[in-house]
């Protein structure tokens, strides 16, 4: 099954959150509606910033433990790497019209 570790956030170089899940796109979701008490609500923490997949959910947990031992400085490099825009992924996950694009939805990339 696969698993996934990601990092939220509530603005670039803002407060950061790291988590381990086996459904990414639920486990988002939850935090953007403050499902969750805890954490990622009470900072508002509502952008994924960065993930990884995993095919072994104790591999994704030994990962997010190296993460979170990470310095904060190597953790923004590491999300600057693949998302120097701190853009939402969230949504390029879920997207399903091919007529828009993500990027040319303003509002979603606000």
Sequence with gaps: MQSYIY????????????GVTSNLIK???????????G??????LKKLVYYE?????????KREKQLK????????ELIEKINPTWKDLYYDL??????VKPEDDKERNA
């Design 53 to 61: 997949i995993f095919e072994d959910i104790t591999e994704a947990i």
């Design 7 to 18: 990092i939220m956030t509530n603005k670039k170089y803002g407060t950061l959150y790291i």
């Design 27 to 37: 486990r988002v979701y939850e935090h953007k509606n403050s499902f969750v008490n």
């Design 39 to 44: 954490f990622t609500a009470k900072y508002n």
């Design 94 to 99: 879920i997207w399903v019209d091919p007529r």
């Design 69 to 76: 031992k990470y310095k904060r400085a190597w953790k923004i």
